[in-house]
């Protein structure tokens, strides 16, 4: 999608080499079946819906914390999201939410579908203009309507590695460290 040449580029600040820029750059591409970019194994989902006015932003608003709250249980049952952003823009106009996860993306929006239906709908409902509904046929054409493509998007270190393999490679370092310790000990 983007251009690199590292023979021709030149960095934004000249005190930084090329090969440096080489080394990290991720090669973003645009997802194979939809909208958003996707670098290695991570993808990008970001939805701009316009709010319901002048209602919407309270609602939104009276619904943040627990929203927040509950963000782990819900995006740990989906097991591909590395971070998730909602919030209202534009003076309340718009909600914004992004998304960086795991995965195709026709995959995670039926995993999202399937495995997070009220949490979504907690958040959008009454808040966001004509939103259906997660489990409601209108979803993926709302989806659809308000999704829009990242124009600058990093998809973090080690953008081959999902939560799930993260969380596993934890958990064994962690056991190692212990074993390392009771050795010692």
Known sequence: MYDFDPSTYQPISPDV??????????HPRTQTDGVGLRAVNR????????????TGPAVFRERAEK?????????????????????????????????TYSDEFKP??????????????YMFTDVAVGYPGLASDGAIPYIAKYQVQADVWYGGLNPEASPR?????????????????????
């Open 17 to 26: 080499p090329v090969e440096e820029i080489a080394k990290h750059f991720q």
């Open 43 to 54: 993808s990008e989902f970001t939805l701009l819906a316009p709010v319901i006015q002048p």
């Open 67 to 99: 929203a927040c709250i509950e963000a782990p249980y819900w995006e740990n049952r989906l097991g591909t999201v590395h971070d998730l952003r909602v919030a209202l823009v534009d003076d309340g106009r718009q909600v914004l939410f992004c998304a």
């Open 108 to 121: 995670y929006v039926v995993d999202v579908i399937r495995f997070a239906t009220p949490w979504i709908d």
């Open 165 to 185: 393999e993260i969380a596993k490679s934890l958990a064994v370092a962690s056991a190692f460290d212990d074993l390392l310790d009771a050795a010692q000990g």
